[in-house]
């Protein structure tokens, strides 16, 4: 099966707290259907001091995000755009843009 959203995407997030910022994908955990986009769902941790010497801290860290909130945004026509998938000659498939029909 091919992913809607794949690692290195430029994606926009369409709802939440984070609706119209953009960002790159680090990384796509389909088994939760979450994604960790980079900029985007910043959280702030409080990391304590586990070792002699070091010092407690505040952490701002990316956190997941669920799939269905973003939008892969096409290189072509430079908008957020859906995906469908197209069969080439060489039976292989690959992810169009719904707007334009540019390959991804």
Request: hydrophobic share 35%; net charge positive.
């Amino acid at each position: 099966m091919l992913s809607r959203i794949k690692k290195n995407d430029n994606v926009i997030v369409i709802a939440g707290k984070d609706k119209g910022k953009q960002g790159t994908v680090i990384k796509v955990s389909p088994k939760d259907d979450e994604v960790l986009v980079k900029g985007v769902a910043i959280v702030t941790r409080h990391a304590k001091a586990k070792k002699s010497g070091e010092t407690s801290r505040i952490v701002k860290e990316e956190t997941y995000i669920p799939l269905s909130k973003i939008m892969p945004i096409c290189k072509s026509c430079n908008k957020a755009c859906r995906v469908r998938t197209k069969l080439l000659e060489d039976n292989k498939k690959v992810r169009v843009c719904h707007r334009c029909q540019e390959a991804f």
